[in-house]
């Protein structure tokens, strides 16, 4: 299937690794421009030059702390300074702390909600104007199954996500006359650093080594297996496609048949 993504330019938050990279790489072999962003900028440069390698598609790395609205906005503009455009941009800023309510202070929300929710609102706040005025654009954003119901240990995540779909929802309303659309991703377990990281901090928890906790959390998963980063990447291309021109405020299960809820 021809996506329709030849020519187009994206910008493709937290894209050093794990799910962002994933989703840069898919755009860019699909003929999009891709820059590509992370807080990093060592891995950044890692990250793009492996990209240019495998795909041939004209990267480039900007570094930026998108939890800084003053820096995400000038992260958009330099995106579509480089390219003459920018027709979707993916936001992503990893996932907060793991551990219980009463372990995390005030600033520890604060700096979850500006990392997790309010960083979007600056990226499509920077995008939105120019993708109106041109009729056509995608604004995606990666949030976690926690969004959509609790996950234990997560509560940072759990309480500042749902936010997201909210906002996901209520600005589609407002642009989709505009030939913009706005979908949010809920992915499950993929097999990323990030979910590593929670089953340690899991494991020192409970008690039970590394092994055990990914051996109890994978067995929650219908499919019976973690998934493949390439599989969200495909998912998000086609959102970001011309094809799902008529998918618009929705929030997107790719979780192996994990969330419980209807």
Same mark, same amino acid.
């Given at each position: 299937?021809?996506?329709?993504?030849?020519?187009?330019?994206?910008?493709?938050?937290?894209?050093?690794?794990?799910?962002?990279?994933?989703?840069?790489?898919?755009?860019?072999?699909?003929?999009?421009?891709?820059?590509?962003?992370?807080?990093?900028?060592?891995?950044?440069?890692?990250?793009?030059?492996?990209?240019?390698?495998?795909?041939?598609?004209?990267?480039?790395?900007?570094?930026?702390?998108?939890?800084?609205?003053?820096?995400?906005?000038?992260?958009?503009?330099?995106?579509?300074?480089?390219?003459?455009?920018?027709?979707?941009?993916?936001?992503?800023?990893?996932?907060?702390?793991?551990?219980?309510?009463?372990?995390?202070?005030?600033?520890?929300?604060?700096?979850?909600?500006?990392?997790?929710?309010?960083?979007?609102?600056?990226?499509?706040?920077?995008?939105?104007?120019?993708?109106?005025?041109?009729?056509?654009?995608?604004?995606?954003?990666?949030?976690?199954?926690?969004?959509?119901?609790?996950?234990?240990?997560?509560?940072?995540?759990?309480?500042?996500?749902?936010?997201?779909?909210?906002?996901?929802?209520?600005?589609?309303?407002?642009?989709?006359?505009?030939?913009?659309?706005?979908?949010?991703?809920?992915?499950?377990?993929?097999?990323?650093?990030?979910?590593?990281?929670?089953?340690?901090?899991?494991?020192?928890?409970?008690?039970?080594?590394?092994?055990?906790?990914?051996?109890?959390?994978?067995?929650?998963?219908?499919?019976?297996?973690?998934?493949?980063?390439?599989?969200?990447?495909?998912?998000?291309?086609?959102?970001?496609?011309?094809?799902?021109?008529?998918?618009?405020? %929705?929030?997107?299960?790719?979780?192996?048949? %994990?969330?419980?809820?209807?």
């Amino acid at each position: 299937m021809d996506l329709g993504l030849r020519g187009k330019a994206a910008l493709v938050c937290g894209a050093s690794s794990g799910l962002g990279y994933a989703v840069a790489e898919a755009l860019a072999r699909e003929g999009c421009k891709v820059a590509i962003n992370a807080r990093t900028a060592g891995s950044l440069r890692a990250a793009a030059d492996k990209l240019r390698n495998d795909t041939g598609a004209e990267v480039v790395a900007l570094a930026a702390d998108v939890s800084v609205p003053a820096e995400a906005e000038k992260l958009v503009k330099d995106a579509a300074k480089a390219f003459g455009k920018l027709d979707i941009v993916l936001a992503n800023a990893g996932g907060p702390a793991a551990g219980p309510f009463l372990s995390h202070d005030h600033a520890t929300w604060v700096k979850a909600l500006e990392t997790n929710f309010l960083s979007t609102v600056s990226l499509f706040r920077a995008a939105l104007p120019a993708m109106i005025e041109r009729k056509w654009g995608r604004l995606l954003v990666l949030t976690s199954l926690s969004a959509l119901e609790p996950i234990p240990g997560l509560i940072l995540s759990s309480g500042s996500r749902p936010g997201v779909l909210g906002l996901v929802k209520g600005l589609s309303d407002e642009v989709a006359p505009h030939g913009v659309t706005v979908n949010a991703f809920c992915p499950g377990m993929f097999g990323t650093a990030r979910l590593a990281e929670l089953w340690e901090a899991r494991a020192k928890s409970s008690g039970l080594g590394v092994a055990e906790e990914e051996k109890k959390a994978i067995k929650a998963i219908p499919a019976g297996r973690l998934g493949d980063p390439k599989e969200f990447g495909g998912l998000a291309a086609f959102l970001a496609s011309e094809r799902a021109g008529f998918i618009t405020g %929705q929030a997107i299960r790719i979780d192996g048949g %994990q969330g419980r809820a209807i």
